[in-house]
Structures are given as C-alpha cells and as structure tokens.
C-alpha cells in the first residue's frame, strides 16, 4: 500500500512559477514517480514522471517548462513549473508505481493560473 501527501500548488499569473511535492510512504520498493493533472471536462493526462535512475519524461505540452525530480532517499518528487499558462489549470496528482506494479495517484492539488 503506498500513501501519498502532496503540497504545493494555488494561484498564480500567467508567465509565473509555481512547485509541487509530494512524499511517499510505502514498504514497497517504488519504480516510477511524478505527476498527472485532469483539468475540468478533460481526460487525465501525462505531466511528467521520472524513474528510479533518474530518467525524466514530460507530455508534450510542458517540455522545456516543467522541471520533475525525486529525492529517493526520501521519497519524494517535486515538479518545478514556470512560464505557467492558462491552459496548464487543473488538478494535479502525484503519481506513483512500485516493483510490484501497484499504480497509486493522489487525492490531488489545485493549480490555477489566471490573472
């Protein structure tokens, strides 16, 4: 079973920065970590994850904007947004999978960019 707590998010003008985190507390072995948002009336979709060794992959609408990484000493990943646009509003989850295949999102974190 894994728990996630997330931190982070809220209100931000368009062109600013905002960072989300979240910490994992498993006796699981975790494989990959990172981030999903859903915005209203859309489907779930990709942010950004990271592997255990540190590989990185974003959904084509954040590259070169957000930042993910992990600490996995701690349990943790952490996602860095700048240049934030409107679009990028919507609910953002931690997203997490241990060795054994068990996939776990959290409850999520509002992130509203508007000004």
């Known amino acids: 079973q894994v728990s996630l707590v997330e931190s982070g998010g809220g209100l931000v003008q368009p062109g600013g920065s905002l960072r989300v985190s979240c910490e994992a507390s498993?006796?699981?072995?975790?494989?990959?970590m990172g981030w999903y948002r859903q915005a209203p009336g859309k489907e779930r979709e990709l942010v950004a994850v990271i592997t255990r060794g540190g590989s990185p992959v974003y959904g084509d609408s954040v590259k070169g904007r957000f930042t993910v990484s992990r600490d996995n000493a701690k349990n943790t990943v952490e996602l860095q947004m700048n240049n934030l646009k409107p679009e990028d509003t919507a609910v953002y989850s931690c997203?997490?999978?241990?060795?054994?295949?068990?996939?776990?999102w959290g409850q999520g974190t509002q992130v509203t960019v508007s000004s």
């Open positions: 498993t006796t699981s072995p975790i494989n990959v």
């Open positions: 997203y997490v999978s241990t060795s054994w295949g068990t996939e776990t």
